[in-house]
C-alpha cells in the first residue's frame, strides 16, 4: 500500500499526480499530529481565560461579528455555521475535483494554525481514503471569506449530514457513517469556521486544470506540427535565431519542440513554392509559447496556494497570537484562473484556424479532405463544431475577477469571483481538448494526401497510434463518434516528446501527464 504522509514539505503537482495516479493512502506525520494538537489544546486554554470576543470563535460570522456567543453554545455556532452554509446550487463538481478538495483540506489545516481538531483531520483523511466524496455544488462561492458554500457541503459528512457517493453510489451521509461504524464528529469551537473558511474549491480546479493543461499544451505543439507538415508548410519560422531575439521563454520552447518534432520529415524539408504560410501555422511559436508562459505563471499561483494556510481567524501558538485577516480571499486565485482561461480559450482559437485552413482545398490537398468533394462534405462540418467550440470559449474566457457584488450587509464589500473564474476555466479546457482533437482527426487526414511522402518518425508514429482509434475517412459517414474516439485518443495516449536534456529552460509544462481515468 502507498501511504503518503501529510507534513509541512512542500506539496507539488509531481506529487499529487502520483497520489490520485496510484491510488494512494493518505496519514498525518507524527510532527503534523503534533501541530495540530499544540494550535488545538493552545486554543482551548485560551478561550478558558478569554473574556474579550474572538471573531469567528466566540462571535457571529461576517456582518454577526459583534454578537458575542456564550461558551455553552459555541459547539453549536459551528454545527450551524456549517448546516446554514451549505447553499450550492448547479450541477455537481466532478469527484476527482472533490477527492483534490478533501486533499488540500487536509495539507492546510495541518500546519498548525487552524485550531482543529486532531480526530477533524483523521476524519477528513479517513474519508479521503475511502473515497466517501461528497456531494458538493459548483455554484454558490463568491471565492472570498473561503469557498463558503462548497466547503460546507465537503464539511456536511463531519457531523453526519449531506450527501456523499460511496461505491457507486449517492447516499446519505449518515448512513455511510453507519454502516462503517463512525461516529459524527462534534466540532469544537472555531472547526467549523476552519473548514468553511478556505479556498480549496478554487485551488482543487486549479491544481486539477494544471495538470490537464500541462499536457494538453504539449498535445498542441504535437497536433500543431502535424498540421503544419501537412499542409506543407515552412520549417524557417522556427529557426533558433528568430525566437533568441525575442527571448519569451514560452515562444523559445515551442519553436524548439516544433523543429525535433519535425526532425527528418521528408515533408518539410521538400522544397516549398509558397514564400509564406498563414499565421495560424507561421506564429506558432508566439501564441502557443504566451499560453505557456501563462500556465507556468499559473502553476505558480496555485503551487503557493497548495501549501498555504487560508483560513480565518489564523492561530499562532507561539507567539500568543489569534489573528482575523483575510487569507481566504481568492483574488490571487481569480486572477489566476482568469489568465488560464484566456491561455486557454487563444490555444483553441488558433488550433481552429489551422483547421479551416486544411480544408480550404490549398497547396495540393482536396476540398474538404475527400477524394469526391461534391457528392461528399467530408470535413466541412467537423470545422464547424470547432467554431462553435471557439466562439464559445471567447464568452467564458471573460474574466470573473473584474467583478464584485458586495454581501453579508457591507461586511464583505469587495469578492474575487474565484469560483465563477475556476467553473468557467473547466469548461474552457473540455472544449479546447475538443478543438484539439477536431484538429488531430484533419491533421492525420490531410496527411494521407501527402503520401507516398512522409513526416518526422515521431510524428509517424504518433499517427500510427491515432489510427488504431480513428480510421482514414474514404467517403461520408457519421462523424460525431469519429470526433468522440479522437477525443478519447487525447485523453488516453501518453506523450515522450524527443526533447528531454536539450533544452535549457525547465518548465512546469514539461511535466508527465496525470492519468485523465481519475472518477472513483
Known amino acids: 500500500m502507498n501511504i503518503h504522509y501529510i507534513s ?27 501541530k495540530i494538537q499544540k494550535c488545538r489544546t493552545y486554543l482551548d486554554r485560551k478561550m478558558e481565560s478569554q473574556k474579550e470576543p474572538i471573531y469567528g470563535i466566540n462571535t457571529g460570522f461576517g456582518s454577526l461579528c459583534n454578537i458575542t456567543i456564550g461558551a455553552e453554545d459555541l459547539n453549536q455556532l459551528q454545527e450551524n455555521l456549517v448546516m446554514s452554509h451549505a447553499c450550492g446550487v448547479g450541477d455537481e463538481v466532478p469527484k476527482i475535483i472533490v477527492k483534490i478538495m478533501l486533499l488540500l483540506k487536509i495539507q492546510s489545516l495541518s500546519y498548525g494554525h487552524s485550531g482543529v481538531q486532531v480526530e477533524t483531520v483523521e476524519r477528513l483523511i479517513d474519508m479521503y481514503n475511502h473515497n466517501i466524496l461528497p456531494v458538493v455544488f459548483q455554484g454558490g462561492s463568491l471565492g472570498a471569506s473561503g469557498d463558503l458554500a462548497p466547503l460546507a457541503h465537503l464539511s456536511l459528512p463531519l457531523i453526519g449530514m449531506g450527501k456523499v457517493h460511496y461505491r457507486g453510489q449517492k447516499l446519505d451521509a ?54 503544419l507538415d501537412a499542409f506543407d508548410g515552412r520549417i524557417e519560422p522556427f529557426n533558433e535565431l528568430v525566437h533568441l531575439i525575442r527571448p519569451h521563454k514560452g515562444q523559445i520552447k515551442t519553436a524548439y519542440r516544433v523543429r525535433n518534432l ?16 498563414p499565421y495560424s501555422f507561421r506564429c506558432i511559436p508566439q501564441v502557443h509559447g504566451a499560453s505557456k508562459d501563462s500556465i507556468n505563471y499559473v502553476a505558480y499561483v496555485f503551487g503557493n496556494e497548495i501549501n498555504s494556510v487560508t483560513d480565518n481567524p489564523t492561530i499562532f501558538p507561539d507567539e500568543d497570537l489569534i489573528i482575523s485577516a483575510g487569507n481566504f480571499h481568492g483574488q490571487p486565485l481569480a486572477l489566476a484562473l482568469d489568465n488560464l482561461g484566456i491561455a486557454m480559450a487563444e490555444l483553441g482559437n488558433i488550433s481552429e484556424r489551422r483547421t479551416y485552413q486544411l480544408i480550404k482545398g490549398k497547396r495540393g490537398l482536396p476540398s474538404f479532405l475527400v477524394a469526391n468533394p461534391g457528392l461528399n462534405s467530408g470535413f466541412m462540418i467537423p470545422q464547424y463544431s470547432a467554431a462553435s467550440l471557439v466562439s464559445m470559449n471567447k464568452q467564458y474566457a471573460t474574466p470573473a475577477s473584474v467583478d464584485s457584488i458586495e454581501s453579508s450587509q457591507g461586511q464583505e464589500d469587495h469578492v474575487s469571483m474565484g469560483a465563477n473564474a475556476a467553473t468557467k476555466a473547466h469548461k474552457i479546457l473540455q472544449n479546447l481538448e475538443r478543438i484539439l482533437a477536431i484538429e488531430l482527426l484533419n491533421a492525420a487526414q490531410a496527411l494521407e494526401f501527402r503520401r ?9 508514429d504518433f499517427v500510427a497510434q491515432y489510427r488504431q482509434h480513428v480510421e482514414f475517412i474514404h467517403e461520408d459517414k457519421v462523424m460525431q463518434p469519429e470526433i468522440a ?10 506523450l515522450n516528446l524527443p526533447e528531454e536534456g536539450l533544452f535549457k529552460y525547465d518548465f512546469k509544462t514539461d511535466l508527465n501527464p496525470i492519468n485523465l481515468d481519475l472518477e472513483v
Open 262 to 277: 519535425l526532425r527528418d520529415s521528408e515533408l518539410i524539408s521538400r522544397p516549398k513554392e509558397h514564400v509564406q504560410d
Open 485 to 494: 474516439r479522437s477525443v478519447r485518443f487525447i485523453e488516453e495516449v501518453e
Open 8 to 34: 509541512d514539505q512542500t506539496l507539488g503537482f509531481e506529487a499529487i499526480a502520483k497520489l490520485l495516479n496510484q491510488n494512494s493512502k493518505l496519514a498525518l506525520s507524527k510532527k503534523a499530529q503534533e
Open 174 to 227: 449518515a448512513q455511510v457513517l453507519t454502516d462503517l461504524g463512525w461516529k459524527a464528529i462534534a466540532l469544537q469551537s472555531k472547526e467549523g469556521l476552519a473548514l468553511l473558511n478556505g479556498t480549496q474549491f478554487m485551488s482543487a480546479y486549479g491544481v486539477y486544470l494544471c495538470l490537464r493543461i500541462f499536457k494538453l499544451s504539449k498535445l498542441a505543439d504535437v497536433i500543431g506540427a502535424l498540421s
Open 452 to 460: 507516398p511522402m512522409k513526416t518526422s518518425p515521431f510524428l509517424e
